[in-house]
């Protein structure tokens, strides 16, 4: 039997150190409360968290349309530059 400390952040476990497990092993998690209060690194890591699934979501979204470009281009002058 292997003992790994763990952070919960609302979604997973996430262990303080690597641990020794093969990848996409089953495993049994016996909960036992370590400390109640939320340290620094805990509250920064959820916030990660939903930054990240927040960026996932707005990535889903729509590129821009095809008229874009055109659009752009009637406001801003764009100028060719033949000497590369």
């Keep these: 039997m292997t003992a790994i400390q763990a952070v919960y952040d609302g ?4 262990p303080e150190k ?3 497990i093969t990848r996409g092993s ?3 998690l016996i909960i036992e409360t370590i400390n109640q209060n939320h340290s620094e690194r805990q509250i920064k890591l959820a ?3 939903q930054l990240t699934n ?4 707005l990535s889903k979204t ?3 349309p095809q008229e874009f470009d055109e659009i752009l281009s009637q406001r801003v002058r764009f100028r ?3 000497s590369l």
């Design 47 to 49: 916030a990660f968290r």
């Design 80 to 82: 060719e530059i033949n």
């Design 18 to 20: 690597p641990c020794d």
């Design 26 to 28: 089953k495993v049994k």
């Design 62 to 64: 729509d590129p821009l």
């Design 54 to 57: 927040e960026i996932k979501e």
């Design 11 to 14: 979604q997973v476990f996430i």
